[in-house]
Structures are given as C-alpha cells and as structure tokens.
C-alpha cells in the first residue's frame, strides 16, 4: 500500500461543490436578503480571522457569498471560521447544523501544507513505532470502519489525513503524531513542534492541550492491561482451536485483535507462551500492572491455563500464574448478548458490595432438583457462585452449575477439582477477606506466592494451585466476530 503527497483533481471537485452548498446555507439563512446583515458578518470574519477582508460592493448577494466563502477557504481554519460566525449570527437554526456538517464532510488533506506533509514524512517514514496498531486505532476512534494493517507510521499518517474532522478538534493523523511523539522516539522534540505548529495554525491549541494532559494522566505508573486470549473449538476438527490475543496497550478499549491462528490442542500451551512473549516485548518501556484473561468455551473450563508455563523454551520456565493474576471468562456468556443485562447489575452489585455474605456455595442438593439453583441465584444481592465440585463436560438440563451462574449473571465463579464444600469454604473466606471480593484475583495470584514464603494460614495451600478462577468483567467484553481466514 502506497500513498502520493499531492492531492488528487477529485478532492477540488470535492470541495467546490461543498462551496456551492455552503453558499446556498448562508442564502437560506437570509444572508443574501439583507446588505447589514453581510456586512455584520464579514466584520465578524475580519475580527476572529485577523486578518484583511473586504467584499467587493458591485456584486449581486449571492456573489459576495461564494466571494466570502473563497476567501474564507483561502485560509487556514477560514471555514471553520465562517461556520463559528453563523452560529453566532443564527444560533440554533438548521444552518448552522447544515454548514458543521458540510465542513465535517471536506477532506483534511489540505489541512497541512505540502511543505509540512514533506517534512512530516521524513519523520515518519520506514518508522513502526511500539503498539503501532493501537496508535491507529485510537487516533481514528470515530472511523466507520476499523483503520487497515500499515506498512509504517508515514503510510498510516498518511491515511489518517483522508478522515473527516470538525473546526476546533485535532484532524486524526495529527493525533496520530501526538501519540508517536509521545513514545520513545528519536525525533521525539522534533515531532512534537511540528504538532505544535500545526495545531497553533489550525486554531485547535486547546485541544491539543487535551491530548497532552490525557497523555500524560492515561497510563500512570501502575496502571494495569490486560492480554485477554480467546480460545474457539475449530467447527471441523475436534483437537483444533482458533487462538487469538488481545493487546491492551492504550487505555482505550476494546484492543485490535491479533492474528487468529489455528493451533492443535497439544500446542495450545506453547502458542500461548508465544502470545505473551510478544505482549512483554511490546510492553517493554511501559511500568504497569498485567493480568492476563482467557476467554475459554465450556469444553475447557478446566484445563489448568494457571499452571501453563512461561518462557517455555527456557531452562527455568515457571507456571503464569506466578508471574500475572489468571482469571478465566466465559466465551459463551460473552458471545450472547440476552444475559448481559444481567450481568452488568449483578458486577455493579459486587463493586459496590464485594463481601463475604454476597458469595453462595453450591450444595449437592442444588443440582439435584431440577431449577433449584436458578431459583437461589435469582437473588440478586448474590455475585459469587462456588462450586460443588468442577462443572462436568456434559451437565444435566436444568441441573448446571455453570449454566445458571453465567445466566444469573455471576460474574464470579470459584471451583476446585477435589477440596471438599468445608475446606473450599475456610480458602474463599480468606481470600475474600470479609470486604475484599472484588481484588480476588490479584489475592489469588499472590497467595500462590506465598506457596513458597510458608506463610501460615488455616488450609493447606497447596489447595490454591489447582482452584479456578472465572472473573468475567462485563465492561471489556470484546466483539467475537467470526473469522473466515486464519493463520497455520
């Protein structure tokens, strides 16, 4: 893919017909109907624009408007300008909406004179800054359509000047600079006055002021992301899975996802180690916190993602669970929108009650008649669910743990493979803590740590290796779209 500087003839047709449309605005607004009334606003026009400006006496009214409208598109931000100035002359009318959208609709290319364009791209080209992708996403956050895969920053600069922008905000491939600017880059001070010019000539300082406090508050030190891995059952072959990752590398969310790859069941531990190498190397000059989510249908519920290891091909490779807390989502519950309503009341209900007495353990009788437990977990108050024993492959209609949680809108599970009701209990009541429900697995995580402190507490923990966590926070759920294509 690649892109020319100079502009196309069909941008000038482009903006010659919104011309025309924007004059017959201004002639429905009255303007071409009263000569004070014309006056008033190019004195307007003169005074906000600083600069000469004049309309010649001997033309007809509808002249001096396409007159008013050529100049005013003669210079920088003018229309922009001119739309500001209608709003104050007919504040509220339909014209003025009319005349904001004519300006939205213009291509931004000439925003940017040929000269900036070239010495931008001196900056920017053969440059792949780190989370390149997600720079692009954000800077085009109001797109139609997600942005394509770019070869380098100067080709997604580049396209980001074809996206539509209003008077007074930041044009999209100016974002995108800002945010290359704000990274670890070479020509960091250089880039970052280039933005500053161009914003100080587009009139949009303040907005760039915005960009930078947000830049500088978005990830502050600690700040968590998040690598959430979804993990598909191939609809043609039992042992193969449709892996793919999502990057948190912005606040910004959902994240792009990766490349979705095919991957035998006895592989899935190794790509996943691939996975979150690269999440690390990506995340490198970044100090946040990291948590990692796998987005898991039924059939692997309990496959122990925990106890995976990292830097597999290592001589010392050490289970994720020691390094990252490990929570399991439900791909079922994520993929069905009907039981979302339900489980954003009841994650709301944890945050603002995540106490001991707000978890239910599920007894033997509660799956023996049938709707029972749906019947229990109809209480709202109730945000945690564990477990009598590991949710079967093939449960009973009417009689499914899993099933009635995730429909109830749980968005908190605990199981164990073996702990007996009693023992399960004393290690939710420690990790809960009374109040502490809603840092589950960030405790879990470090009371597998201190597996190896002997610490003393009122269970055997090595009980906590084995317990699964599923922790389903309905405000990042992600968007599963099947695929068509994947990777080998």
Not at 76 to 98: A, I, N, Q, T, Y
Not at 246 to 267: E, S
Not at 344 to 372: A, I, M
């Amino acid at each position: 893919m690649s892109h020319q500087v100079s502009a196309g003839l069909g941008r000038h047709e482009v903006a010659i017909g919104a011309h025309k449309a924007l004059v017959d605005v201004l002639v429905d607004a009255g303007f071409a109907d009263d000569r004070s009334v014309r006056s008033l606003m190019v004195s307007e026009l003169r005074q906000a624009l600083r600069q000469p400006f004049t309309v010649t006496d001997q033309l007809t009214a509808r002249d001096q408007l396409i007159e008013i409208v050529g100049v005013c598109s003669r210079i920088d931000e003018g229309l922009g300008v001119l739309v500001s100035v209608l709003e104050l002359m007919r504040p509220g009318s339909p014209e003025c909406l009319k005349a904001r959208r004519l300006i939205a609709a213009l291509p931004v290319h000439d925003l940017f004179p040929e000269p900036d364009l070239v010495m931008v791209k001196d900056l920017l080209e053969g440059l792949v800054p780190p989370a390149f992708p997600s720079l692009v996403q954000r800077a085009a956050r109001h797109a139609a359509q997600p942005p394509p895969r770019f070869e380098d920053a100067w080709v997604a600069f580049y396209y980001l000047t074809d996206l539509n922008t209003t008077p007074g905000e930041l044009p999209p491939a100016l974002v995108f600079a800002e945010l290359i600017a704000a990274g670890c880059l070479a020509d960091r001070p250089r880039l970052r006055e280039w933005v500053s010019d161009q914003a100080t000539r587009l009139r949009c300082d303040d907005a760039l002021r915005d960009l930078r406090a947000e830049a500088s508050n978005a990830l502050p030190e600690r700040e968590k992301l998040y690598l959430v891995i979804v993990i598909r059952q191939d609809q043609i072959e039992p042992d193969l899975y449709q892996v793919c990752g999502y990057r948190q590398d912005t606040p910004d969310w959902p994240p792009p996802c990766g490349d979705t790859v095919l991957v035998r069941d006895a592989d899935l531990e190794s790509h996943v180690d691939s996975l979150v190498a690269a999440s690390e190397e990506a995340w490198a000059g970044r100090a946040v916190d990291v948590a990692i989510e796998f987005v898991l249908p039924r059939k692997l519920v309990n496959t122990p993602v925990h106890l995976w290891s990292a830097e597999l091909r290592s001589d010392a490779p050490q289970p994720l669970s020691l390094s990252y807390p490990i929570v399991v989502r439900s791909l079922e519950r994520m993929a069905y929108p009907r039981w979302h309503r339900r489980w954003r009341v009841r994650w709301s209900e944890l945050q603002e009650h995540p106490t001991f007495d707000r978890v239910y353990f599920c007894e033997d009788k509660d799956t023996g008649e049938r709707n029972r437990l749906d019947g229990i977990l109809g209480d709202e108050r109730l945000v945690m669910l564990v477990f009598a024993g590991s949710p079967p492959s093939r449960p009973v209609p009417g009689q499914d743990q899993l099933h009635s949680a995730l429909s109830a809108g749980l968005p908190a599970l605990v199981w164990h493979p073996t702990a007996s009701s009693d023992v399960l209990r004393e290690v939710v009541a420690w990790l809960v803590d009374q109040d502490r429900l809603n840092d589950l697995p960030k405790r879990t995580q470090m009371s597998r740590q201190a597996v190896f402190r002997d610490q003393e507490v009122p269970f055997d923990l090595d009980l906590l290796r084995d317990l699964v966590i599923l922790w389903d926070d309905p405000r990042r759920v992600l968007f599963l779209a099947s695929s068509s294509s994947y990777s080998a």
